[in-house]
């Protein structure tokens, strides 16, 4: 894997890929086993450094479910055709033939070895044994369009391509080098950018209970509500951590979450600790529960229903003292505590931010760019892939099929344009 880039003997390339991360990598491999020079161009010492990280490390590619349906955006039918064309087999033999074998966890397709690392680095060596060149240490300043390709200005000087491929990624994990600066480049070049928010990411409370409880998870059904209505409803794994709540189910809502709304006070989170149940079984639950308990402290009764901890938290938000025996109750006190037992309201001030996010929603508007080449429709010889664009997925495994599907299709098409190898020439590597 390279660490820093050897100024190159000609800077001008038939493509030149901004950015190293998964998508990049692909759409380089692609065209350089067809035979097209290839340049990659990545700021941080080390290409693939978000990739190699991907949920803590394991390096989830995708899940058993996989589908256009899971991904979201302002035209969500738009990833079907990539996802078509680059599928779960697809991916599965493409990283076999990478020597890197995927196995399923849970829903999840990762390496057999359970290591980001490994995926990232069989990406990277395949891309530089297939020709192209990886040019780290690298700061891209200023992207140009000229009637014969592109003129891209870097630190490290000028390079010419014919064709350029955007794959800078979003700004989530600014401490692993991630910036806005891809955007900042689309909107030079004139394509519109819907404007980034953090996705995948945890979310903060008014209420300071929460974080009274931290290592505590419940599987839940959480909503997310502004002004009363209803924005997105996810079901699964709600953690408690001392700072806010995450988990699969938050993280499915995160990306609606507005932060001017949320310092107005209007984002609620209602959470419901029996998804499997009905309203009415609960109450029952719990009827019989207190009934069969009178002598005990309400905390100790419930303990039977829900987590000890949960149980004292909840009891003080339906103004219960947790020091109270169960026959010390009031009817309003049971009926409160029934309700928070099936919809807990919470007050959302803030996601986690950019640094905690493992995603990011908003980027280029997909309607400027061909769903099956990842070409601008305004700007020949331009491809954008991956994370640049506004399609983002409730869960990272799904984002990262997405970018490197989109980059696969985008190297396949720069490839189609490659010309042709002389008679006897050595086919690319596949």
Known sequence: MPVKADRPDSRSFDLVVAGAGPSG??????????????????????????????????????????????????????ASDALEAFDLAALRRFFRSLEVELIEDEGRWLPASKSGVDAAVALVVAAEHAGAKIHCDTNILRVNAKPDGFDVQTTRGDYHARHLVLALGGPHFPQLGATESGFRFARHLGLAVEPPRPALVGLRTREIWPFRLPGLWMECRARLMQEGRLLREAEGLVLFTAGALVGPAIAALSRDVDEEACARGEVSLRLNFYPELGLEDVAQWLFRTLGQHTRMLAPDALDRMLPRRLAVELCRAADINPRWRVNRLSESQRKRLEGLLTDTGLTVTESLGWRAAEGSRGGVNVREVNPRTFESRSIAGLHVVGEMLDVDAPSAEVNMHFALASGWCAGTALAAKAPRKRKGAKAPRR
């Open 25 to 78: 990598l692909m759409a380089a491999l692609q065209a350089a086993q067809a035979g097209l020079s290839v340049a990659v161009l990545e700021h941080n010492s080390l290409p693939a450094r978000k990739f190699a990280m991907l949920r803590r490390g394991q390096g989830s590619l995708s899940r058993s479910d996989i589908s256009h349906e899971h991904l979201r955006g302002r035209h969500e039918r738009f």
